[in-house]
């Protein structure tokens, strides 16, 4: 007997600023970040993206990624990707990019990557803010 429907597994996910094709179809990420550093906040933020690669299923899937606020609770930003495999041999990757989000705290962020409504994988995006350092010749307040 041949399945016919298998949920796929997550191979990998990772945050990045930009994904990008070389001339033989190969994909680069630039920007893997770790966390996310700004001066201060609100904060936007032009793109984001998610780079994630499924395997070892078959079937028609709809894949759903969410950028989840340090409440646990908001969801700052969703996208979602239908895909499809016919074999488990094989692999897809799915890039989702968020456009024009808009941070409002510093704390733990979470990315949430789903396949038809189960949950795969989360994790945390920290959201640190590291004001710029005093410039040489620029005022500074004393304390006695």
Known sequence: MNPTRILPDLQCSLVCEEVRQEANGNLFLIGVLNFIRVPQLPVGIARLCIFDR?????????ESVRLIAPDQMT?????????????????????MVFGNIKL?????????????????????????????????????????
């Open 104 to 144: 409002e705290t510093a704390g733990t962020y979470y990315i949430e990557v789903l396949v038809d409504d189960v949950m795969k994988l989360r994790y945390p995006l920290p959201v640190i803010v590291t004001p710029p350092p005093a410039q040489p010749g620029a005022p500074t307040t004393a304390t006695a």
């Open 75 to 95: 969801v700052v930003s969703k996208a979602e990707l239908k895909f499809e495999l016919r074999d488990p041999t094989h692999s897809t990757t799915g890039v």
């Open 54 to 62: 499924w395997t070892a299923g078959i079937g028609q899937f709809k």
